[in-house]
Protein backbone atom coordinates (compact mmCIF):
# COMPACT_ATOMS: atom_id res chain seq x y z
CA UNK A 1 0.00 0.00 0.00
CA UNK A 2 1.52 3.66 -0.58
CA UNK A 3 1.82 5.45 2.18
CA UNK A 4 2.29 9.45 2.05
CA UNK A 5 3.94 11.40 4.92
CA UNK A 6 3.65 14.79 6.23
CA UNK A 7 6.42 15.89 8.69
CA UNK A 8 5.17 17.23 11.67
CA UNK A 9 7.60 20.27 11.85
CA UNK A 10 6.99 21.06 7.99
CA UNK A 11 6.14 24.84 7.75
CA UNK A 12 6.20 28.24 10.05
CA UNK A 13 8.02 28.02 12.66
CA UNK A 14 7.28 29.60 15.99
CA UNK A 15 9.45 32.98 15.42
CA UNK A 16 8.10 33.18 11.46
CA UNK A 17 4.45 32.83 12.83
CA UNK A 18 4.54 35.48 14.77
CA UNK A 19 5.83 37.36 12.12
CA UNK A 20 3.19 36.95 9.89
CA UNK A 21 0.50 37.38 12.23
CA UNK A 22 1.85 40.45 13.54
CA UNK A 23 2.09 41.93 9.87
CA UNK A 24 -1.64 40.34 8.83
CA UNK A 25 -2.73 42.04 12.41
CA UNK A 26 -1.64 45.68 10.60
CA UNK A 27 -3.89 44.92 7.19
CA UNK A 28 -5.76 47.68 6.40
CA UNK A 29 -3.70 50.21 8.28
CA UNK A 30 -2.30 53.25 6.66
CA UNK A 31 1.13 53.55 5.27
CA UNK A 32 2.55 49.79 6.93
CA UNK A 33 5.87 48.50 5.70
CA UNK A 34 7.97 45.86 6.41
CA UNK A 35 11.62 45.87 6.37
CA UNK A 36 12.56 43.13 3.83
CA UNK A 37 9.92 40.77 2.78
CA UNK A 38 8.76 39.19 5.92
CA UNK A 39 9.30 35.68 4.98
CA UNK A 40 10.87 34.10 2.33
CA UNK A 41 7.99 33.27 0.45
CA UNK A 42 6.79 35.01 -2.38
CA UNK A 43 3.05 33.80 -2.26
CA UNK A 44 3.07 35.49 1.25
CA UNK A 45 4.50 38.53 0.29
CA UNK A 46 2.03 38.80 -3.07
CA UNK A 47 -0.58 38.52 -0.73
CA UNK A 48 0.41 41.18 1.49
CA UNK A 49 0.99 43.66 -0.98
CA UNK A 50 -2.66 42.95 -2.21
CA UNK A 51 -4.01 44.24 0.85
CA UNK A 52 -1.20 47.17 0.99
CA UNK A 53 1.63 46.14 2.98
CA UNK A 54 4.54 47.03 1.31
CA UNK A 55 8.24 45.92 0.90
CA UNK A 56 10.75 48.40 1.54
CA UNK A 57 14.58 48.00 1.27
CA UNK A 58 16.31 51.22 2.49
CA UNK A 59 14.43 53.04 5.83
CA UNK A 60 15.22 56.05 2.98
CA UNK A 61 12.07 54.44 1.21
CA UNK A 62 10.14 55.03 4.43
CA UNK A 63 7.20 57.93 4.09
CA UNK A 64 6.23 59.87 6.92
CA UNK A 65 4.05 59.13 9.56
CA UNK A 66 4.52 54.95 8.54
CA UNK A 67 4.48 51.85 10.25
CA UNK A 68 7.35 49.81 9.98
CA UNK A 69 7.57 46.16 10.80
CA UNK A 70 10.77 44.24 11.38
CA UNK A 71 10.69 40.49 10.06
CA UNK A 72 11.69 37.45 12.34
CA UNK A 73 15.28 37.53 11.00
CA UNK A 74 16.11 40.69 13.00
CA UNK A 75 18.00 43.89 11.44
CA UNK A 76 21.64 45.33 12.91
CA UNK A 77 21.38 48.17 15.71
CA UNK A 78 22.09 51.31 12.85
CA UNK A 79 19.34 49.88 10.48
CA UNK A 80 17.07 49.69 13.65
CA UNK A 81 17.74 52.97 14.65
CA UNK A 82 17.45 54.26 11.16
CA UNK A 83 13.72 53.34 11.14
CA UNK A 84 12.99 54.49 14.40
CA UNK A 85 14.08 57.90 13.65
CA UNK A 86 12.18 57.97 9.78
CA UNK A 87 8.63 56.02 10.63
CA UNK A 88 6.24 57.12 13.77
CA UNK A 89 5.67 53.19 14.79
CA UNK A 90 8.57 50.80 14.62
CA UNK A 91 7.24 46.88 15.37
CA UNK A 92 9.79 44.29 16.37
CA UNK A 93 9.27 41.15 15.37
CA UNK A 94 12.12 39.53 15.27
CA UNK A 95 12.04 36.28 16.81
CA UNK A 96 12.51 36.30 20.08
CA UNK A 97 15.57 33.47 19.81
CA UNK A 98 17.28 35.79 16.95
CA UNK A 99 17.13 38.53 20.17
CA UNK A 100 18.80 36.33 22.04
CA UNK A 101 22.59 36.56 19.72
CA UNK A 102 22.29 39.62 19.40
CA UNK A 103 21.85 40.30 23.50
CA UNK A 104 25.26 37.32 23.49
CA UNK A 105 27.33 39.66 20.37
CA UNK A 106 26.22 42.72 22.17
CA UNK A 107 27.48 41.79 25.62
CA UNK A 108 30.31 39.69 24.39
CA UNK A 109 31.81 42.30 22.48
CA UNK A 110 31.09 44.99 24.92
CA UNK A 111 33.94 42.65 26.82
CA UNK A 112 36.46 42.92 24.15
CA UNK A 113 35.68 39.06 23.09
CA UNK A 114 36.37 38.97 19.32
CA UNK A 115 32.87 37.05 17.80
CA UNK A 116 32.91 34.49 15.39
CA UNK A 117 29.40 33.95 14.03
CA UNK A 118 28.83 30.65 12.34
CA UNK A 119 26.93 31.38 9.28
CA UNK A 120 26.25 32.80 5.80
CA UNK A 121 27.95 36.40 5.79
CA UNK A 122 24.77 37.45 3.33
CA UNK A 123 22.22 36.13 5.16
CA UNK A 124 19.95 39.21 6.43
CA UNK A 125 19.83 37.66 10.09
CA UNK A 126 23.90 37.23 10.18
CA UNK A 127 23.87 40.69 8.79
CA UNK A 128 21.65 41.94 11.65
CA UNK A 129 23.91 39.73 13.81
CA UNK A 130 27.28 41.29 13.12
CA UNK A 131 25.32 44.61 13.22
CA UNK A 132 25.00 44.04 16.71
CA UNK A 133 28.86 43.44 17.89
CA UNK A 134 31.11 46.75 18.38
CA UNK A 135 33.94 44.20 18.40
CA UNK A 136 36.40 42.66 15.59
CA UNK A 137 33.47 39.80 14.00
CA UNK A 138 34.04 36.86 11.85
CA UNK A 139 31.61 34.62 9.92
CA UNK A 140 32.55 31.49 8.94
CA UNK A 141 30.82 29.14 7.18
CA UNK A 142 33.35 26.35 4.96
CA UNK A 143 36.29 24.45 6.53
CA UNK A 144 38.65 26.68 4.56
CA UNK A 145 37.46 29.90 6.54
CA UNK A 146 37.90 28.16 9.66
CA UNK A 147 41.12 26.89 9.16
CA UNK A 148 42.31 30.18 7.63
CA UNK A 149 40.95 31.74 10.99
CA UNK A 150 43.39 33.65 13.08
CA UNK A 151 42.26 35.39 15.82
CA UNK A 152 43.81 37.39 18.92
CA UNK A 153 44.98 34.47 21.33
CA UNK A 154 45.16 37.11 24.65
CA UNK A 155 41.67 37.95 24.00
CA UNK A 156 38.26 35.08 24.22
CA UNK A 157 36.84 34.12 21.34
CA UNK A 158 32.56 34.11 21.11
CA UNK A 159 31.37 31.49 18.95
CA UNK A 160 27.41 31.64 17.66
CA UNK A 161 25.37 30.34 15.02
CA UNK A 162 23.54 31.89 12.63
CA UNK A 163 19.58 29.98 13.65
CA UNK A 164 18.89 27.60 10.80
CA UNK A 165 22.32 26.38 10.25
CA UNK A 166 23.08 22.67 9.69
CA UNK A 167 24.05 21.18 12.92
CA UNK A 168 26.49 19.24 12.02
CA UNK A 169 28.34 21.56 10.17
CA UNK A 170 28.60 23.71 13.23
CA UNK A 171 30.27 21.20 14.95
CA UNK A 172 32.86 20.14 12.45
CA UNK A 173 33.84 24.47 12.13
CA UNK A 174 33.74 24.46 15.95
CA UNK A 175 35.85 22.03 16.41
CA UNK A 176 38.25 23.09 13.54
CA UNK A 177 38.32 26.47 15.50
CA UNK A 178 38.30 25.25 18.86
CA UNK A 179 41.91 23.17 17.79
CA UNK A 180 43.45 26.53 17.65
CA UNK A 181 44.13 27.14 21.49
CA UNK A 182 41.90 30.10 21.95
CA UNK A 183 39.74 30.45 25.00
CA UNK A 184 36.66 30.21 23.39
CA UNK A 185 32.85 30.69 24.86
CA UNK A 186 30.30 28.38 22.24
CA UNK A 187 26.81 29.48 22.24
CA UNK A 188 25.29 27.05 20.07
CA UNK A 189 22.57 29.46 18.73
CA UNK A 190 21.06 26.91 16.21
CA UNK A 191 16.83 26.78 16.77
CA UNK A 192 15.41 23.63 17.93
CA UNK A 193 12.55 24.26 15.12
CA UNK A 194 15.27 23.70 12.15
CA UNK A 195 17.04 20.84 13.85
CA UNK A 196 13.81 18.80 14.32
CA UNK A 197 12.87 19.86 11.07
CA UNK A 198 16.26 18.51 9.52
CA UNK A 199 16.20 15.49 11.43
CA UNK A 200 12.20 14.62 10.76
CA UNK A 201 13.35 15.21 7.02
CA UNK A 202 16.34 13.06 7.07
CA UNK A 203 14.39 10.51 8.56
CA UNK A 204 11.19 10.06 6.40
CA UNK A 205 13.66 10.76 3.55
CA UNK A 206 15.11 7.30 4.37
CA UNK A 207 12.27 5.39 4.27
CA UNK A 208 10.86 7.59 1.26
CA UNK A 209 11.23 6.46 -2.55
CA UNK A 210 10.32 10.14 -3.54
CA UNK A 211 10.33 13.04 -1.45
CA UNK A 212 8.89 16.81 -1.54
CA UNK A 213 10.19 19.78 -0.62
CA UNK A 214 8.88 22.72 -0.49
CA UNK A 215 9.25 26.19 0.28
CA UNK A 216 10.51 29.85 -1.27
CA UNK A 217 13.49 29.78 -3.99
CA UNK A 218 15.29 32.22 -1.71
CA UNK A 219 14.73 30.43 1.27
CA UNK A 220 17.91 28.96 3.02
CA UNK A 221 16.81 26.97 5.59
CA UNK A 222 14.57 25.13 2.71
CA UNK A 223 17.71 24.69 0.47
CA UNK A 224 19.54 22.76 3.56
CA UNK A 225 16.28 20.93 3.82
CA UNK A 226 16.60 19.81 -0.11
CA UNK A 227 20.23 19.36 0.38
CA UNK A 228 19.90 16.69 3.22
CA UNK A 229 16.80 14.79 1.75
CA UNK A 230 18.57 14.31 -1.29
CA UNK A 231 21.64 12.50 0.29
CA UNK A 232 18.99 10.17 1.45
CA UNK A 233 16.89 10.10 -1.37
CA UNK A 234 17.82 10.60 -4.84
CA UNK A 235 14.09 11.40 -6.04
CA UNK A 236 13.95 14.57 -4.09
CA UNK A 237 11.59 17.69 -5.61
CA UNK A 238 12.33 21.10 -4.42
CA UNK A 239 8.94 22.84 -5.44
CA UNK A 240 7.57 26.41 -4.10
CA UNK A 241 4.19 25.65 -4.93
CA UNK A 242 1.99 22.92 -6.40
CA UNK A 243 1.92 24.41 -9.98
CA UNK A 244 5.79 23.28 -9.42
CA UNK A 245 5.14 19.90 -9.08
CA UNK A 246 4.47 17.15 -11.92
CA UNK A 247 2.39 14.37 -10.22
CA UNK A 248 3.75 12.16 -12.68
CA UNK A 249 7.39 12.01 -11.71
CA UNK A 250 6.43 10.51 -8.25
CA UNK A 251 6.03 7.36 -10.88
CA UNK A 252 5.25 4.59 -8.74
CA UNK A 253 7.05 5.24 -5.47
CA UNK A 254 5.50 3.12 -2.98
CA UNK A 255 6.87 5.62 -0.21
CA UNK A 256 6.54 9.54 -0.57
CA UNK A 257 7.60 12.04 1.70
CA UNK A 258 6.49 15.75 2.77
CA UNK A 259 8.47 18.57 4.38
CA UNK A 260 8.70 21.93 4.02
CA UNK A 261 10.75 24.75 5.02
CA UNK A 262 10.09 27.50 7.50
CA UNK A 263 8.60 29.93 5.93
CA UNK A 264 6.15 27.92 3.91
CA UNK A 265 2.21 28.73 4.41
CA UNK A 266 0.17 26.03 5.82
CA UNK A 267 -2.44 25.84 3.19
CA UNK A 268 0.33 25.65 0.25
CA UNK A 269 1.54 22.11 2.28
CA UNK A 270 -2.32 21.20 2.75
CA UNK A 271 -2.41 21.60 -1.07
CA UNK A 272 0.23 19.52 -2.50
CA UNK A 273 -0.39 16.97 0.71
CA UNK A 274 -3.90 16.42 -0.24
CA UNK A 275 -2.78 16.62 -4.23
CA UNK A 276 -0.21 13.46 -3.44
CA UNK A 277 -2.70 11.36 -1.31
CA UNK A 278 -5.41 11.98 -4.64
CA UNK A 279 -2.30 11.20 -6.63
CA UNK A 280 -1.42 7.73 -5.14
CA UNK A 281 -4.98 6.86 -4.63
CA UNK A 282 -5.94 7.04 -8.60
CA UNK A 283 -2.33 5.59 -9.36
CA UNK A 284 -3.81 2.62 -7.33
CA UNK A 285 -7.06 2.51 -8.64
CA UNK A 286 -5.60 2.24 -12.41
CA UNK A 287 -3.38 -0.77 -10.82
FE1 LIG B 1 12.92 31.83 15.29
FE2 LIG B 1 13.81 29.44 15.05
FE3 LIG B 1 12.01 30.28 13.48
S1 LIG B 1 15.00 31.22 15.38
S2 LIG B 1 12.36 32.43 13.26
S3 LIG B 1 11.77 29.96 15.66
S4 LIG B 1 13.71 28.99 12.90
Known sequence: MREVILAK??????????????????????????YGPIIHNEEVVKDLEQKGVHVINNADELPESSTVIIRSHGVSRKVYDEL???????????????????????????????????????????????????SDTYVVDTK???????????????????????????????EIISEKGYNIIIRNTICNATEERQT??????????????????????????YEICKKECDDTFYIQTMNDLDLKSLGRAE??????????PNNIIEE??????EFCRDVRGIN
Open 9 to 34: SAGFCFGVQRAVDTVYSKCGCENVYT
Open 84 to 134: ADRSSEVIDATCPFVLKIHKIVREESSKGSQIVIIGNEKHPEVEGITGWSI
Open 144 to 174: EKAENLSLDKNRTVCIVSQTTFNYNKFKELV
Open 200 to 225: EAREIAKRADAMIVIGGSSSSNTRKL
Open 255 to 264: CIGITAGAST
Open 272 to 277: VYTNVR
